[in-house]
C-alpha cells in the first residue's frame, strides 16, 4: 500500500494572485487606519513637525516595505525614539536632527552588510523591556502636560515637578477631549470582546474610533483647542550641526541608530511568530530600515523604525505579501493629500492623549512578571530607571551593569548547611563554588569538631580550582588528623563519592565539572557503572529530582494525575540508551505516548497464522491504544544512526546460512525477523536517501527501515482507516547521534531531508512559539 499521500505534511496551499490581494488591500487599510493618528500624535510627543511623522509612516511603508527583510512588519515613526528625537529637537533644532536621522540610516546600513544584526538580540530581555518602559513612563508624562492644556518640559523630572502648577493651571476644552479619547482607546477593546453585534467592532481600530469621536465632539461643541497644523508641511533639507557639537551629535546617531535597529529587529521576531512565511531575514531588514532612515532624514521625516503594534496587526489582519506594508504607505500619502483638511480638525491634546496611552501600554504587567519570574527585575528597574532620569544610553548602561552584577552574585552564591545524620555529620553544599565562596566555605568547615565522619553533599553548578583546592586541602588535613571524610558530588543526577581507599584515579580525586549538560551526558561519561555502585547512584538521581525537578513539575504532574493522559502523538522509536525521546522532540510528561522496542519496529497487523512471527502483540496493543482510545493525531516511526538491530540484520544477510549472527539470544532472534521486510526492501531497492550526505549501507538500512515501518504501520486497520478519514497523519524521522541533528522523510522525494528545512517549507511553528513539543510532530 503507498504511504507517499500520508507520511509527509504537504506545504500548506499557495494563495493564488487573486486572493493575495485581496488580503493585502484589506490588512493594509486597517494597518493605515492605526497608522495615521499614531504617526501624527509620535511628531507632536517629539516637538517635531507634524509632517514628519507622516513623512516617516510614508517611507517606512514603501521604501522599507520593498526594501526590508521582514515583509510583513510595518515600519514608520514610533514611540521607543521619542525621547531621543525630543531632546535632539530642543538641542539641535529639527534640520540637523534630520542629518542625525540620515546618519543614523547610515549606520544602519554599514551594521547590516556586516551581518551583525542578530549580535543586537543577545541584549537581556530584561533591559530592552525596561528601556521601552522608561521611555512610555517619559511619555506618559509629557503628554499629560498637552492633555491638561500646557507643554512638556525638557526632562521627565521636570515634567514631575511641574504637574502639580499645570494641574492647577488645566484648560477644560483640551482636558475634555483628552478624557475622551482616553477612555476611548481604553474601552473600545473590552467592547469588541463582546458576544454578538458587538464582535465585528474588534475589526476598527481603538486609535481610529479615539480620534474620530473626540475631534466630532470637539467641532460640534466648538471648543477652543489647539488643532494640528498642516500648512507648513514641506520637505526639509538637513543641515550639519555647527560649532562643537559634533560629539554630541555622534551620540545622538549611535542612540537612534541602535534603539531603532533593535527596536525594529525584535519587532520582525515578534511578528514571525504568529505567520507561517518564510522567516525575517534581519540583515536585510536592518539594511531595508537604514535605507528607510538616509531617505526619510533626508526629505524632513521621523526616524524610521519596524513598529510591533502595527506589525501585528498587520498580520492578525490577514497580510499575506508585502504589498500590504507598501499599500500602507501609499493610503497614508494619499489621506494626508487628500483629506488634509479632515486632519487639520483634530485637537493636539487628542493625539497627546492617544500617546499618552501608548506610553503607559508600554510598560507591560506581562514583562515584569517575566522580568520576576526569571530574577532579573533588579535590571530591569534599574534601566528604567536610568532611561528616566538620565536617558536612554545611560540606562542600557545602567541595565548592563546591574545585569552583570546580578549574575557575578549568582555565579558566586552557594549555600552550605550541616546537620547530623546516623553516625555521620553532613555538609550540604549548593549553587556556583567559585574563588568568590572560598572563605565562607573555609569557616564553616574549619569548624567542624575532629575526628568525625563527615559526608560532604556537593550539589553544584560550577566548581573552579579555587573551590577545588580548598576542599581538597581542607580534606587532607582533615584526614590527616584522625577525621574521615566522604565527598559526594552530584551534576544533575550524576552520583559521584571520593573518599580515601576507594580504587580507581578517577574516584581518588574531586574533579571540578560544570553543568553544562542534562543528567543523561553524566550518567555515560561520570558515573559509575559498576554493579555495587549503581544502586548508589540511582538513589543519588532520585534524589536530585527530589530536590530541583520535582517542585517544578509537581503541579503539572497533579493536572495529568487528576485529568488524565492525552497526548497528540504515539512515538514508535528504538530502546537504544543513546536516544532519548522527550530530549529530541523538547517534549514533557503528557506530550508523547511512547513504544521502545529493539529496532523501532512495527509488526504488521491483520489475521496471520498461529505459527507466524507476528504473533508479538505488544506494539499492535499500543498502535490499537493510542489510536482507539487516546485519539492521537499523529504516528512517528523514529529510527536513529547505529542503530544494533539493523547492523545485525546486515550481519545476518551477509552469512551464507541465513543464520542468527548472535548465539543464546532466542528471543532477540525471532524479534529481528520483523526487520526482514525492511531488508528485503534494502536489497531490492529503491532505498531513501539522507540529503546533503552519503552515509553507509548500515545507515542505509536505518533510513529504509523507518519507510517499511511506516508501511507496516497501515497494515493496522485502526491506522489505515484513521488515516482515510483524516484524523491521522504518519510521520517518519531518522536522528544522527553524531550531528544531534533530525531528518523528516519526504515520501514525494523519498529522502530525508533537515527538519528546520522542512518546516520553513511546509509551514509548521517554530519551536517555543507556541508550545514545547518538536514541531515536525505538530505539523498536523
Same mark, same amino acid.
Given at each position: 500500500?503507498?504511504?507517499?499521500?500520508?507520511?509527509?505534511?504537504?506545504?500548506?496551499?499557495?494563495?493564488?494572485?487573486?486572493?493575495?490581494?485581496?488580503?493585502?488591500?484589506?490588512?493594509?487599510?486597517?494597518?493605515?487606519?492605526?497608522?495615521?493618528?499614531?504617526?501624527?500624535?509620535?511628531?507632536?510627543?517629539?516637538?517635531?513637525?507634524?509632517?514628519?511623522?507622516?513623512?516617516?509612516?510614508?517611507?517606512?511603508?514603501?521604501?522599507?516595505?520593498?526594501?526590508?527583510?521582514?515583509?510583513?512588519?510595518?515600519?514608520?515613526?514610533?514611540?521607543?525614539?521619542?525621547?531621543?528625537?525630543?531632546?535632539?529637537?530642543?538641542?539641535?533644532?529639527?534640520?540637523?536632527?534630520?542629518?542625525?536621522?540620515?546618519?543614523?540610516?547610515?549606520?544602519?546600513?554599514?551594521?547590516?552588510?556586516?551581518?551583525?544584526?542578530?549580535?543586537?538580540?543577545?541584549?537581556?530581555?530584561?533591559?530592552?523591556?525596561?528601556?521601552?518602559?522608561?521611555?512610555?513612563?517619559?511619555?506618559?508624562?509629557?503628554?499629560?502636560?498637552?492633555?491638561?492644556?500646557?507643554?512638556?518640559?525638557?526632562?521627565?523630572?521636570?515634567?514631575?515637578?511641574?504637574?502639580?502648577?499645570?494641574?492647577?493651571?488645566?484648560?477644560?476644552?483640551?482636558?475634555?477631549?483628552?478624557?475622551?479619547?482616553?477612555?476611548?482607546?481604553?474601552?473600545?477593546?473590552?467592547?469588541?470582546?463582546?458576544?454578538?453585534?458587538?464582535?465585528?467592532?474588534?475589526?476598527?481600530?481603538?486609535?481610529?474610533?479615539?480620534?474620530?469621536?473626540?475631534?466630532?465632539?470637539?467641532?460640534?461643541?466648538?471648543?477652543?483647542?489647539?488643532?494640528?497644523?498642516?500648512?507648513?508641511?514641506?520637505?526639509?533639507?538637513?543641515?550639519?550641526?555647527?560649532?562643537?557639537?559634533?560629539?554630541?551629535?555622534?551620540?545622538?546617531?549611535?542612540?537612534?541608530?541602535?534603539?531603532?535597529?533593535?527596536?525594529?529587529?525584535?519587532?520582525?521576531?515578534?511578528?514571525?511568530?504568529?505567520?507561517?512565511?518564510?522567516?525575517?531575514?534581519?540583515?536585510?531588514?536592518?539594511?531595508?530600515?537604514?535605507?528607510?532612515?538616509?531617505?526619510?532624514?533626508?526629505?524632513?521625516?521621523?526616524?524610521?523604525?519596524?513598529?510591533?503594534?502595527?506589525?501585528?496587526?498587520?498580520?492578525? !489582519?490577514? %497580510? *499575506? $505579501?508585502? @504589498?500590504?506594508? &507598501? /499599500?500602507? +504607505? =501609499?493610503?497614508?500619502?494619499?489621506? #494626508?493629500?487628500?483629506?488634509?483638511?479632515?486632519?487639520?480638525?483634530?485637537?493636539?491634546?487628542?493625539?497627546?492623549?492617544?500617546?499618552?496611552?501608548?506610553?503607559?501600554?508600554?510598560?507591560?504587567?506581562?514583562?515584569?512578571?517575566?522580568?520576576?519570574?526569571?530574577?532579573?527585575?533588579? !535590571?530591569? %528597574? *534599574? $534601566?528604567? @530607571?536610568?532611561? &528616566? /532620569?538620565? +536617558? =536612554?544610553?545611560?540606562?542600557?548602561? #545602567?541595565?548592563?551593569?546591574?545585569?552583570?552584577?546580578?549574575?557575578?552574585?549568582?555565579?558566586?552564591?552557594?549555600?552550605?548547611?550541616?546537620?547530623?545524620?546516623?553516625?555521620?555529620?553532613?555538609?550540604?553544599?549548593?549553587?556556583?563554588?567559585?574563588?568568590?565562596?572560598?572563605?565562607?566555605?573555609?569557616?564553616?568547615?574549619?569548624?567542624?569538631?575532629?575526628?568525625?565522619?563527615?559526608?560532604?553533599?556537593?550539589? #553544584?553548578?560550577?566548581?573552579?580550582?579555587?573551590?577545588?583546592?580548598?576542599?581538597?586541602?581542607?580534606?587532607?588535613?582533615?584526614?590527616?588528623?584522625?577525621?574521615?571524610?566522604?565527598?559526594?558530588?552530584?551534576?544533575?543526577?550524576?552520583?559521584?563519592?571520593?573518599?580515601?581507599?576507594?580504587?580507581?584515579?578517577?574516584?581518588?580525586?574531586?574533579?571540578?565539572?560544570?553543568?553544562?549538560?542534562?543528567?543523561?551526558?553524566?550518567?555515560?561519561?561520570?558515573?559509575?557503572?559498576?554493579?555495587?555502585?549503581?544502586?548508589?547512584?540511582?538513589?543519588?538521581?532520585?534524589?536530585?529530582?527530589?530536590?530541583?525537578?520535582?517542585?517544578?513539575?509537581?503541579?503539572?504532574?497533579?493536572?495529568?494525575?487528576?485529568?488524565?493522559?492525552?497526548?497528540?502523538?504515539?512515538?514508535?522509536?528504538?530502546?537504544?540508551?543513546?536516544?532519548?525521546?522527550?530530549?529530541?522532540?523538547?517534549?514533557?510528561?503528557?506530550?508523547?505516548?511512547?513504544?521502545?522496542?529493539?529496532?523501532?519496529?512495527?509488526?504488521?497487523?491483520?489475521?496471520?497464522?498461529?505459527?507466524?512471527?507476528?504473533?508479538?502483540?505488544?506494539?499492535?496493543?499500543?498502535?490499537?491504544?493510542?489510536?482507539?482510545?487516546?485519539?492521537?493525531?499523529?504516528?512517528?516511526?523514529?529510527?536513529?544512526?547505529?542503530?544494533?538491530?539493523?547492523?545485525?540484520?546486515?550481519?545476518?544477510?551477509?552469512?551464507?546460512?541465513?543464520?542468527?549472527?548472535?548465539?543464546?539470544?532466542?528471543?532477540?532472534?525471532?524479534?529481528?525477523?520483523?526487520?526482514?521486510?525492511?531488508?528485503?526492501?534494502?536489497?531490492?531497492?529503491?532505498?531513501?536517501?539522507?540529503?546533503?550526505?552519503?552515509?553507509?549501507?548500515?545507515?542505509?538500512?536505518?533510513?529504509?527501515?523507518?519507510?517499511?515501518?511506516?508501511?507496516?504501520?497501515?497494515?493496522?486497520?485502526?491506522?489505515?482507516?484513521?488515516?482515510?478519514?483524516?484524523?491521522?497523519?504518519?510521520?517518519?524521522?531518522?536522528?544522527?547521534?553524531?550531528?544531534?541533528?533530525?531528518?523528516?522523510?519526504?515520501?514525494?522525494?523519498?529522502?530525508?531531508?533537515?527538519?528546520?528545512?522542512?518546516?520553513?517549507?511546509?509551514?509548521?511553528?517554530?519551536?517555543?512559539?507556541?508550545?514545547?513539543?518538536?514541531?515536525?510532530?505538530?505539523?498536523?
Amino acid at each position: 500500500m503507498p504511504v507517499a499521500p500520508v507520511i509527509t505534511p504537504a506545504p500548506p496551499a499557495a494563495p493564488s494572485r487573486t486572493a493575495s490581494l485581496r488580503a493585502d488591500l484589506g490588512s493594509s487599510f486597517v494597518v493605515f487606519l492605526v497608522a495615521v493618528p499614531l504617526s501624527l500624535g509620535i511628531a507632536l510627543a517629539a516637538g517635531a513637525p507634524l509632517s514628519a511623522g507622516i513623512i516617516s509612516a510614508v517611507v517606512g511603508g514603501i521604501v522599507v516595505g520593498l526594501l526590508g527583510g521582514a515583509p510583513l512588519q510595518v515600519s514608520g515613526p514610533t514611540a521607543g525614539l521619542t525621547v531621543i528625537v525630543a531632546g535632539l529637537v530642543q538641542t539641535y533644532g529639527w534640520r540637523v536632527t534630520c542629518f542625525v536621522t540620515v546618519c543614523s540610516g547610515l549606520l544602519q546600513i554599514l551594521l547590516g552588510v556586516a551581518k551583525v544584526a542578530r549580535a543586537t538580540l543577545a541584549l537581556s530581555p530584561a533591559i530592552v523591556h525596561g528601556v521601552v518602559a522608561g521611555i512610555g513612563v517619559v511619555i506618559a508624562f509629557a503628554q499629560l502636560h498637552v492633555v491638561l492644556g500646557g507643554a512638556p518640559q525638557r526632562s521627565a523630572w521636570e515634567n514631575a515637578r511641574e504637574l502639580p502648577s499645570q494641574v492647577g493651571d488645566l484648560r477644560a476644552p483640551a482636558v475634555a477631549v483628552g478624557v475622551i479619547t482616553v477612555v476611548l482607546v481604553l474601552v473600545w477593546p473590552v467592547v469588541g470582546r463582546l458576544p454578538g453585534r458587538f464582535a465585528a467592532l474588534r475589526k476598527v481600530p481603538a486609535a481610529l474610533v479615539a480620534v474620530t469621536s473626540a475631534t466630532v465632539t470637539a467641532s460640534v461643541l466648538q471648543l477652543d483647542a489647539p488643532r494640528v497644523d498642516l500648512s507648513s508641511v514641506t520637505f526639509v533639507t538637513p543641515v550639519l550641526p555647527s560649532g562643537g557639537a559634533w560629539l554630541a551629535m555622534l551620540v545622538g546617531v549611535v542612540s537612534v541608530a541602535l534603539v531603532s535597529g533593535m527596536e525594529s529587529l525584535l519587532s520582525a521576531t515578534a511578528a514571525d511568530r504568529l505567520h507561517h512565511g518564510p522567516p525575517a531575514r534581519l540583515d536585510r531588514e536592518l539594511i531595508g530600515q537604514g535605507v528607510g532612515n538616509v531617505v526619510s532624514g533626508a526629505i524632513g521625516g521621523y526616524p524610521v523604525t519596524g513598529v510591533a503594534i502595527r506589525s501585528l496587526t498587520n498580520v492578525r !489582519a490577514g %497580510a *499575506a $505579501t508585502r @504589498a500590504s506594508t &507598501i /499599500l500602507h +504607505g =501609499v493610503w497614508v500619502m494619499l489621506f #494626508v493629500g487628500l483629506l488634509a483638511s479632515f486632519v487639520e480638525r483634530i485637537p493636539l491634546a487628542v493625539l497627546a492623549a492617544l500617546v499618552m496611552v501608548v506610553g503607559l501600554q508600554m510598560v507591560s504587567l506581562a514583562h515584569i512578571r517575566h522580568v520576576h519570574r526569571h530574577r532579573e527585575f533588579a !535590571a530591569y %528597574a *534599574a $534601566t528604567i @530607571a536610568g532611561v &528616566i /532620569l538620565a +536617558g =536612554v544610553l545611560e540606562g542600557v548602561l #545602567v541595565g548592563v551593569v546591574v545585569a552583570l552584577g546580578t549574575a557575578l552574585y549568582r555565579l558566586s552564591r552557594s549555600t552550605v548547611r550541616v546537620y547530623p545524620g546516623a553516625g555521620v555529620l553532613h555538609v550540604e553544599v549548593h549553587g556556583s563554588l567559585t574563588f568568590l565562596s572560598v572563605p565562607r566555605l573555609s569557616r564553616v568547615l574549619g569548624k567542624l569538631p575532629p575526628g568525625e565522619h563527615i559526608v560532604v553533599d556537593m550539589t #553544584v553548578d560550577y566548581l573552579d580550582q579555587a573551590a577545588f583546592e580548598a576542599v581538597h586541602s581542607w580534606r587532607a588535613g582533615y584526614v590527616a588528623r584522625g577525621g574521615r571524610v566522604d565527598i559526594e558530588e552530584i551534576h544533575d543526577g550524576c552520583y559521584e563519592r571520593a573518599a580515601g581507599g576507594m580504587p580507581g584515579p578517577r574516584r581518588s580525586r574531586l574533579t571540578p565539572s560544570p553543568r553544562w549538560f542534562a543528567p543523561w551526558w553524566h550518567w555515560q561519561r561520570e558515573c559509575p557503572r559498576e554493579d555495587d555502585t549503581a544502586s548508589q547512584a540511582m538513589v543519588a538521581g532520585d534524589r536530585e529530582f527530589r530536590r530541583r525537578t520535582a517542585p517544578l513539575v509537581q503541579p503539572f504532574l497533579a493536572r495529568l494525575a487528576l485529568e488524565g493522559q492525552r497526548p497528540a502523538q504515539l512515538f514508535i522509536t528504538c530502546a537504544d540508551s543513546r536516544v532519548v525521546p522527550n530530549l529530541i522532540t523538547a517534549s514533557g510528561p503528557g506530550d508523547l505516548f511512547t513504544v521502545r522496542n529493539v529496532g523501532n519496529l512495527v509488526p504488521r497487523g491483520g489475521a496471520r497464522p498461529a505459527d507466524s512471527i507476528t504473533d508479538d502483540a505488544s506494539v499492535g496493543a499500543g498502535i490499537e491504544y493510542a489510536v482507539s482510545v487516546l485519539g492521537v493525531r499523529g504516528i512517528t516511526v523514529c529510527g536513529h544512526s547505529g542503530c544494533g538491530a539493523m547492523s545485525a540484520l546486515l550481519d545476518k544477510a551477509a552469512r551464507a546460512d541465513g543464520a542468527a549472527v548472535h548465539g543464546g539470544t532466542p528471543h532477540l532472534d525471532r524479534w529481528l525477523r520483523h526487520g526482514d521486510a525492511s531488508l528485503a526492501r534494502f536489497t531490492t531497492g529503491p532505498v531513501p536517501t539522507l540529503t546533503g550526505h552519503q552515509v553507509s549501507s548500515a545507515e542505509q538500512l536505518c533510513l529504509t527501515n523507518v519507510v517499511q515501518q511506516l508501511d507496516n504501520l497501515l497494515d493496522h486497520a485502526v491506522v489505515a482507516h484513521a488515516v482515510a478519514a483524516g484524523r491521522l497523519r504518519l510521520f517518519g524521522l531518522y536522528f544522527d547521534l553524531a550531528s544531534a541533528r533530525m531528518y523528516l522523510y519526504d515520501a514525494v522525494r523519498g529522502d530525508f531531508g533537515p527538519v528546520d528545512a522542512e518546516r520553513a517549507e511546509s509551514g509548521a511553528p517554530a519551536p517555543g512559539a507556541e508550545d514545547h513539543t518538536f514541531p515536525a510532530l505538530n505539523a498536523g
